[in-house]
């Protein structure tokens, strides 16, 4: 009879316990901007030389392209002197502590005449510098997203960083121009699980001719747990 009445609560408590809460699971846009309005860059950004290199621009707005904003966006100028590399720099605290899968993707264009190569890299400290592998149409003068459409992944280095930070570049060749615009890090909430407290109380009657009579109770909620029959605590193990 003690045996049965154990089985019993045991099995009842491992179907409770399959209540989880699971929260955090999912794509969170983690950093987005449409550069703007104004020829001015907007914050976080910074160039190396607004001149030669990138700067803010009204001119060839965004368009065609899922999501494009018009508005401004940043252009490389690439004049001067030829072979000079000029940085566009984003770093203003991006976290992504609690993510993982992280992904960006942007919208670009470049002009028919413009032969350089745009180049971007990840960053967790300012210091190393990661080359970020994507394809995109450097003359075909006309707006799309890079990489086809789709969002490019980092490696596991950029998951749990405190300042996240990019930096674009290229050389000067005093050909054509190219724009970005509408850059977003996107990332996957780390998962956290937690067993939802449950509460019961379960009594009968045995109708064998012991005459038994039992009760029991069963909690989850960061304490024990047992079963009393006529006085003796069973626990469930």
Not at 55 to 63: E, I, R
Not at 75 to 101: D, E, K, P, Q
Not at 176 to 204: E, L
Request: charged share 5%; aromatic share 12%; with cysteine.
């Amino acid at each position: 009879m003690k045996t049965t009445l154990f089985s019993f609560y045991k099995s009842l408590l491992a179907a409770l316990l399959l209540f989880i809460s699971v929260a955090g699971w999912g794509q969170a846009t983690l950093y987005s901007t449409n550069f703007g309005t104004n020829t001015s860059l907007v914050t976080g950004w910074s160039s190396s030389s607004t001149s030669s290199g990138w700067n803010a621009s009204t001119s060839s707005a965004s368009s065609t392209y899922t999501g494009a904003s018009g508005g401004s966006n940043i252009v490389f100028n690439g004049t001067g002197t030829n072979g000079i590399t000029h940085t566009l720099t984003y770093n203003n605290n991006l976290s992504t502590v609690g993510y993982t899968n992280i992904t960006l993707l942007w919208g670009g264009r470049g002009t028919s005449t413009f032969n350089g190569d745009i180049i971007i890299e990840w960053s967790s400290n300012g210091t190393t510098w990661n080359k970020i592998t994507y394809a995109y149409t450097k003359n075909g003068n006309a707006w799309a997203l890079v990489n086809s459409g789709n969002r490019i992944s980092l490696p596991s280095g950029a998951e749990e960083v405190s300042n996240l930070q990019f930096r674009f570049s290229a050389a000067a060749t005093n050909n054509g121009n190219y724009r970005i615009d509408d850059f977003s890090v996107q990332g996957t909430a780390t998962p956290t699980c937690a067993a939802s407290t449950v509460s019961s109380t379960v009594s009968a009657v045995n109708n064998s001719t012991s005459g038994v009579d039992f009760s029991g109770s069963i909690t989850n909620a960061g304490g024990g747990t047992n079963i009393t029959e006529r006085g003796f605590q069973y626990p469930l193990l």
